[in-house]
């Protein structure tokens, strides 16, 4: 079967995009999908699957699917894509205009230069906070905030943050001493998660700029992550280690995201979104990837 494509990175967190306003795919074939497109070798390569399509909700509907082919419920830097996708197409016809996802319905803003867009806006909405919602294995706190976390005989401090998908944050001093492989893989699978969990590793530089590694419920280490990103200024705020209602920069590995707590609660999220390649997938079901 032949699957038409567009490959989009925000900050090198890539993915493979397949435009169901124009196309169709079989839901059952989705994971195997996911998996095929992202896999190096074999595949054309990236930190997984995301689908656009048309929305009864919003103005557009964006699905995410991990690189291992689990799907996810939402994707800052597939949000910011799927914005710049949907407005060069002309599927949407303001600067301003809303996105469904599994997880919400968000509102995008992108910033046209000459009908091509570089730069979006997305009012993430409010973070989750209760144990119960990330969700988190124990009593139902408001509030997880710098809680002992043993794992692999260290002790840890984690606070944990949904943005629609469940993150566990960790301060570190120096973010190159941040053990993403060694404990990335184990705690996203840590029983105390029962869903998994995004992992980031955060150093706070100062109270407006922080360093930021992940390790991806789903992909592994990508060069960046929207969602995570935002956890890690809220898990910073909480910690007092960064500003409510102030622009703080994130440095992920591969680049920057200016994201804002603000006093009513929403999250904002301002970045690059770029297009790679178009092309065509031959997906073919008798070479199942595991
Ligand atoms: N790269 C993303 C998040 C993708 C989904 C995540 N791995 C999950 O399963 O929750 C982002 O930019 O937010």
Redesign the pocket.
Known sequence: MEVPFIKMH?LG?N?IYVDLFQNKLKEEEIPDIARGVSNVNTGIGS??LILIQPSERADVAMR?F?RDG??????????RCTAKYAYEQGYVSTEQFQIETKANVVDAEVKPDRGAVHRVTINMGKPYLRRSEIPMMGHDDPEVVAEPFQVNQGEWKVTAVS?G???AVFFVDAIENAPLKELGPVIEKDQRFPE???VEFVEAISKRELNFR?W????GI?Q???????AAVVAAVLNDQADLDEDITVHLQGGDLTIRWSVDGAVWMTGDAETIAKGTYYYNQQQKVE
């Open positions: 925000g967190n993915y930190d997984g995410i991990n689990s799907e996810g419920n939402t994707c800052g830097n597939g949000l943005m998908n469940p993150h998994g969990v995004n992940v991806e419920r789903g992909s990508t960046a992550c929207g969602t995570g990103a935002c």
